[in-house]
C-alpha cells in the first residue's frame, strides 16, 4: 500500500504514517489525535516511520552519534537557503521515526496503552520539528507539549514523567 496524504480537517497539519519501508499504514486515530493536539503553529506535513529498533538504533547512531536504541529521532525538513513556498503549497515539516519495541517497553512501564505512547512520541518529535528543543529552551518545549497532550486528553508526556534531556537518547 503506498502512503497518502490525506488533508487535515482544520486544513492545518498533514500526517502520514508509514512502516519502516515506507509504506502507508492506516493509523488514523494517531493521525487523528496528532492533528487535534498539535499546537496552532504546525502548518504542512509530516511523516511518522513505526520501525524496529534495530533500525532506530542505526539512524541514532548515523545521525546523532549515539549507539544505542531510542524512543523518538526527529528530521526536520531544512529548506534551502532563500527557498520560497509556492501560494497554497504545503511545507513539509520533516520526519519523526518511532522506535516500536522501545515505544512497546515504555508503554508498559507507563501502565498505558502502545497507541497512547505512540501519540505521546509523535507529539514530542512533532515539537522537535517546529523548533522546540527541551535541552535548551528553559521548559518552554514542556510547557507547550504537556498544554498539547492535555488538549489530546492525556495528561504527561515524556519531558514531564522522564526529565528528558539530549543525552537521554531521546530527541
Not at 532506530?56 to 536504541?69: K, M, P
Not at 514530542?124 to 517546529?130: A, F, K, Q, S
Amino acid at each position: 500500500m503506498s502512503a497518502r496524504v490525506r488533508p487535515s480537517s482544520r486544513g492545518r497539519l498533514t500526517v502520514v504514517v508509514t512502516d519502516a519501508r515506507g509504506r502507508g499504514l492506516r493509523q488514523s486515530r494517531l493521525t487523528g489525535w496528532l492533528r487535534l493536539a498539535a499546537p496552532a503553529s504546525a502548518r504542512g506535513s509530516m511523516t511518522v516511520a513505526l520501525v524496529s529498533d534495530a533500525r532506530i538504533r542505526a539512524l541514532n547512531r548515523r545521525f546523532r552519534g549515539v549507539d544505542r536504541v531510542s524512543d523518538v529521532l526527529s528530521f526536520p525538513m531544512e529548506e534551502p537557503k532563500g527557498h520560497l513556498w509556492a501560494r497554497g503549497a504545503e511545507r513539509h515539516l520533516g520526519d519523526v521515526v518511532i522506535g516500536t519495541g522501545r515505544a512497546e517497553r515504555q508503554a508498559r512501564t507507563a501502565g498505558h496503552t502502545r497507541a497512547t505512547e505512540l501519540k505521546i512520541l509523535a507529539l514530542h518529535g512533532l515539537l522537535h520539528l517546529l523548533g522546540y528543543d527541551h535541552a535548551h529552551d528553559d521548559g518552554r518545549m514542556a510547557r507547550v507539549e504537556l498544554e498539547c497532550l492535555r488538549r489530546g486528553g492525556l495528561t504527561a508526556g515524556l519531558i514531564a514523567c522522564a526529565g528528558v534531556t539530549s543525552s537521554s537518547g531521546r530527541r
